[in-house]
Nanobody
Framework: QVQLVESGGGLVQAGGSLKLSCVGS????????VGWFRQAPGKEREGVAA???????AYADSVKGRFTISRDNAENTVFLEMNSLKPEDTAIYYCATKRTVSQILRTDDYKSWGQGTQVTVSS
């Protein structure tokens, strides 16, 4: 099972930017779909962005045009660049991996999860 470590979270003012990183262990990371999810207090975990091994991407409507997901397989890393941040983006952000390439914004079938990184956007 892939081990995942997220980093890059923090406190930022509305309109600001952050870049999250998800580093994975093992030889299969480069062939897996990697998703970014977030969970705010009292809310369900939701898909934010995901990228397959062939770099097909998907974004939640709430972040389209503001967030960009990318991957560097040589470094076993997936990035989530977040711009024009809003207070409603405040949440714990998790990355996760799975082997399939369908429904990549759903939490279904994601087997490996990181511990999460806190993102707080102040108004």
């Amino acid at each position: 099972q892939v081990q995942l470590v997220e980093s890059g979270g923090g406190l930022v003012q509305a309109g600001g930017s952050l870049k999250l990183s998800c580093v994975g262990s093992g030889d299969t990371f480069g062939s897996e779909t990697v998703g970014w999810f977030r969970q705010a207090p009292g809310k369900e975990r939701e898909g934010v962005a995901a990228i397959t091994w062939i770099r097909m991407t998907a974004y939640a409507d709430s972040v389209k045009g503001r967030f960009t997901i990318s991957r560097d397989n040589a470094e076993n890393t997936v990035f989530l660049e977040m711009n024009s941040l809003k207070p409603e983006d405040t949440a714990i952000y998790y990355c996760a991996t799975k082997r399939t390439v369908s429904q990549i914004l759903r939490t279904d079938d994601y087997k490996s999860w990181g511990q999460g990184t806190q993102v707080t956007v102040s108004s």
